[in-house]
């Protein structure tokens, strides 16, 4: 039975077929009629079929017959994007095998590369998949060219299919039973799962996918979860399916499958965890596990703010099916009661916010993402913050560490200038340049993270018309010469439009921030002064005038005085309205943040 067993993955970018390859296969195999097919079947989440990602990993066991002998294939379909970096890890360090699909008129890209590696690293057969050949702008020579310059990959049996036609599906069926080997394992040995993804079911509570390297997981059993070290009874067990789940009495080695333990909590069962028998258990934990940690934190607080307590219980009711989510309540006077999230990186920070809008039906405003920094105090205590209000006094910080990343950008070699000036406004250090074919260039670049997470992405895209690919994993922090910029309307700080740059632009970014805001700050009964200011030192001032209210109106003729002593007692109004006046601003002024350079 164990020898009968492929686990395998897909690997590619996004938009380069994957989604719909898994469809061809799960329909090819039986396991779907056609009635029941639907195109992205095993993207569950609206948000994933409107975008074309796939967001959660998902699994599906297939059976296939090849001359007349069975075999069992499961296929794991792993998220694309570098956000979910370590689900990844663990899909992939699930598999024997994995499918590298590279669409046929788009080539490699900076995504594909980096889930390569990370195959690579878990020592996977990669089998290289050509899709969509069927195009017109199809060309598959110079897509092999490429696979094998970029990534190293042989590319003479590669294999050229069309995911969508069904051209090429049979032979790569017969690939990944001939190339990819057999789970190793011992099924004799004490039992040892790896939790490679978990959700939460209204039902049945938190679930477990996992895979068996050793032993077999049994129906009433009790499993001991190693990192946590809690003990659970096994209520059911299941086999992955987009439709229909198959009941089993047992998971044995080398497969995959659903562990219900009746858990109330997802964080109880995180990805990367080591699942073992509770009377006989294994002496070491899989390799590799690690909590899943923030890297991007946004305030996101509900615009009519007695929607405070409905978006906490649509955090907590989120995070059941998300564990990588962390959140805790702040107050910003501009803006009212709120929580400061934690996200894994752009995609998720924008996917939880739609999620929030759109599932729970709540109006959010999100100030702009920050990163942790480390500051160095002259005690020499080390602290991390993730709001630039938390920045201690001036006085008081000996160093400013930041988060670098290193980005990997493919494009064609026309955009090359605007990508190098957008790259060097962004401080970037270039560390390879390499010209995969003639009119295609690869740059790797060290950047600060903090330049990345405003909107660097869509800068990239509009630069290169769309066409540069961007991927970026973390190394680190750098020491950095860092102020905090705050913005100041009628004289208060406004907190959540705080920021922190580099000291050398924070004259142009504080000048270009005020006169943003000055074309957003509605005009007011008296005259508002909008300033940026580093500490106590005003670096840039704007003012917004205020509005025209002809008091002399009503005075036909007369002696001048009388007018005069109508100004007065404007003027004087005025003042006392300036002292006590509150200037509100609108959701776009939040926004203006994101827009400057």
């Not at 209210?549 to 036909?556: G, S």
Request: charged share 30%; aromatic share 6%; with cysteine.
């Amino acid at each position: 039975m164990q020898e009968n067993i492929r686990n395998f993955s897909i690997i590619a970018h996004i938009d380069h077929g994957k989604s719909t390859l898994a469809d061809r296969l799960i329909s090819e195999c039986g396991a779907i009629s056609d009635r029941e097919m639907s195109s992205q079947v095993m993207d569950t989440m609206d948000i994933e079929k409107e975008r074309g990602i796939t967001i959660k990993a998902q699994s599906v066991r297939l059976n296939y017959e090849e001359n007349g002998k069975k075999y069992i294939l499961n296929l794991i379909d792993t998220p694309g994007h570098v956000d979910f970096s370590y689900e990844v890890s663990r899909s992939l360090g699930s598999c024997e095998g994995a499918l590298l699909v590279v669409d046929a008129s788009q080539g490699v890209e900076a995504q594909t590369i980096a889930n390569v590696y990370v195959a690579l690293e878990h020592n996977l057969e990669i089998i290289p998949v050509i899709n969509k050949i069927d195009l017109p702008a199809a060309d598959p020579k110079r897509v092999k060219d490429e696979i094998e310059h970029t990534i190293g990959l042989e590319c003479d049996e590669a294999l050229e299919v069309s995911a969508k036609s069904g051209i090429g599906i049979k032979e790569l069926l017969h690939a990944i039973v001939e190339k990819i080997s057999s789970p190793n394992g011992d099924p004799k040995k004490p039992l040892k799962a790896l939790i490679y993804d978990s959700w939460f079911d209204n039902y049945l509570g938190a679930l477990a996918l996992v895979r068996v390297f050793d032993g077999e997981i049994k129906k009433g059993g009790e499993i001991l979860v190693m990192n946590t070290g809690k003990k659970h009874e096994v209520l059911s067990l299941k086999y992955p399916h987009p439709l229909k789940q198959q009941e089993t009495q047992a998971i044995k080695t080398g497969e995959i499958g659903i562990v219900i333990l009746g858990l109330k909590n997802v964080g109880d069962l995180k990805v990367g965890d080591t699942i073992t028998d509770a009377k006989n258990p294994t002496k070491e934990a899989i390799q590799g596990f690690q909590e899943a940690k923030p890297f991007v934190f946004a305030g996101i607080y509900p615009i009519e703010t007695d929607k405070f307590e409905d978006l906490r219980d649509a955090l907590d009711k989120l995070k059941l099916n998300d564990s990588s989510i962390s959140y805790e309540p702040e107050t910003s006077t501009a803006l009212g009661f709120g929580f400061r999230v934690g996200f894994l990186g752009l995609l998720h920070m924008e996917v939880v916010k739609e999620r929030l809008e759109r599932e729970f039906k709540i109006d959010l405003i999100a100030t702009a993402p920050t990163v942790i920094y480390r500051i160095e105090k002259t005690d020499g205590e080390i602290i991390e913050i993730q709001n630039p209000s938390e920045l201690p006094p001036v006085n008081k910080i000996e160093k400013i560490y930041e988060p670098y990343v290193k980005a990997t950008i493919i494009t064609p070699n026309e955009f090359l200038g605007n990508i190098i000036t957008l790259l060097n406004n962004k401080r970037g250090i270039q560390q390879h340049m390499d010209y995969i074919t003639t009119d295609r260039v690869l740059l790797e670049y060290l950047l600060p993270m903090n330049e990345i997470v405003m909107d660097f992405y869509d800068k990239l895209k509009s630069s290169t018309k769309g066409y540069a690919s961007f991927d970026y994993e973390p190394i680190g922090y750098r020491e950095g010469d860092l102020v905090q910029l705050d913005v100041r309307v009628a004289g208060e700080v406004v907190d959540a439009l705080s920021i922190i740059v580099p000291r050398d632009k924070a004259m142009t970014k504080g000048r270009e921030l005020v006169k943003t805001m000055k074309e957003l700050v509605p005009r007011q009964l008296f005259e508002v002064a909008i300033q940026a200011s580093i500490g106590n030192k005003i670096i840039a001032r704007e003012t917004v005038k205020s509005m025209g209210k002809n008091v002399t109106a009503k005075c036909y003729g007369g002696d001048i005085t009388r007018k005069r002593k109508l100004l007065e007692k404007q003027k004087a109004g005025k003042k006392r309205m300036k002292a006590i006046g509150k200037v509100q601003l609108p959701q776009e002024a939040f926004l203006s943040v994101l827009k400057i350079d």
